[in-house]
């Protein structure tokens, strides 16, 4: 299928388009394993966590302890897609266009260049909302309510901090990604924030955008969509209880319906903590609710409920999610590229392969890269409900 310029030769083109680009929230905010090795789709990459040895006492002796050996822990990222964004001309079009001869053409091919790079980063984002939406531990706020919306309340924050801080998150590295919604909110109702001299900084009246809140880094996400909760109805916890304080699977009976991942639950015995779903059913079975599970003890045949449909943003320590990205896998000794490097995204700071290929009258150009996302720790991360 050859390019279609028809509306375009007429025309002296001018590259004073500037390519579209959604909101990049997760990718600077998680923690990336990149790097120029290849992998290929179900490969596992190993992602090392540091670790120390146990805090001892302090005894004066001739010679320093024999102490301070400790085991390393590690993630395994299994490596999901393989993507790539192709870009094909041949001889005739590049004439017609002067692709190769004004600065015009030039900037056509640039353009495809950054919209091959935009589709492939928006994948990745979609990926880490979807993981993060999935493996959060509990969630605060009311479903189909955009937070932040009573002028001077900064409260949902707290909370979101609070949930984060109650299960142990390190906050010395926190990051908040909003939704365009919520971020509409921030910008126009919490004076506290665009009034200069309380904010301290004219970052948000000026620009839009503000560093950091409460300990958060603030970030926007183009990524994040509509929840739509699971069709289940009337489940109760089983007669196998009591569940006691810390327990992530939760067989369900007597009910009917999909319970999916990411829903919000509660339990009639704990209606203050709404629990988020990391593995669901399709009819009564075992759910899992991500760590560090219930915070109050489930009794037997308790009833669950679960919450509307919602609009997620997310807050988190930035060790809690994880991409993993590498150049595509290739054969040994190579294949029929004539030439191939790499190029980094200026908006997101991924690098991606680029490679063409010089065929009969024309030639095909691929912007490539092989990725996985993986969450080290669920406990460390909250959803904000909108």
């Known amino acids: ?3 279609t310029l028809t509306n375009l030769i007429p025309t002296l083109y001018e590259a004073l388009n500037v390519v579209s680009r959604e909101m990049v929230g997760f990718i600077p905010a998680v923690t990336r ?8 789709v179900g490969q596992t990459v190993r992602s090392p966590i540091a670790a120390v040895a146990a805090a001892q006492d302090i005894t004066p002796a001739v010679t320093a302890p024999n102490a301070g050996d400790a085991t390393p822990t590690y993630v395994d990222v299994t490596m999901t897609k393989a993507r790539a964004v192709p870009i094909r001309w041949n001889g005739e079009e590049m004439r017609a266009m002067g692709t190769g ?7 056509i091919i640039r353009d495809q260049f950054a919209e091959g790079m935009r ?11 979807v993981l993060a939406k999935a493996s959060a531990s509990r969630a605060y706020g009311t479903a189909g309510t955009t937070p932040f919306g009573t002028a001077g309340d900064l409260s949902d924050i707290a909370q979101l901090r609070k949930i984060l801080e109650d299960n142990g998150a390190p906050t010395s590295d926190l990051q908040f990604v909003g939704n365009s919604a919520t971020w509409a909110n921030l910008r126009g109702k919490q004076n506290v924030l665009f009034k200069v001299n309380e904010a301290g900084s004219s970052d948000m009246l000026r620009e839009g955008m503000t560093d950091r809140l409460q300990g958060f880094a603030l970030r926007n996400s ?3 969509t509509l929840h739509t909760k699971g069709t289940g109805t009337s489940y109760t916890a089983s007669a196998g209880g009591p569940f006691a304080i810390g327990t992530t ?19 009639a015995v704990d209606s203050a903590n709404k629990y988020v779903v990391k593995t669901g059913v399709a009819a009564p079975g075992t759910i899992v609710i991500n760590k560090p599970g219930n915070l109050v003890a489930i009794p037997n045949s308790n009833a669950m409920t679960i919450g509307n449909n919602y609009t997620g943003n997310f807050g988190f320590a930035r060790q809690a999610l994880l991409l993993a990205q590498r150049l595509p896998a290739l054969p040994d000794g190579g294949d029929m590229a004539d030439d191939r490097t790499t190029i980094t995204d200026p908006i997101s700071g991924l690098t991606f392969e680029v490679a063409v290929y010089r065929q009969y009258r024309q030639v095909y150009y691929e912007i490539a890269a092989v990725w996985g996302v993986a969450a080290p720790n669920e406990a460390h991360v909250a959803t904000l409900l909108g």
Request: glycine share 12%; charged share 20%; aromatic share 2%.
């Open 119 to 129: 589709k492939l980063v928006n994948e990745i984002e979609v990926d880490l909302a």
């Open 222 to 224: 183009a990524g994040i």
């Open 101 to 107: 001869d004004t600065p015009q053409g030039r900037n």
């Open 1 to 3: 299928m050859a390019n």
């Open 33 to 40: 394993d990149s790097g120029a090795t290849r992998a290929a």
């Open 249 to 267: 699977s939760i067989p369900l009976i007597t009910g009917s319906g999909t319970v999916v991942p990411g829903d919000i639950v509660t339990f």
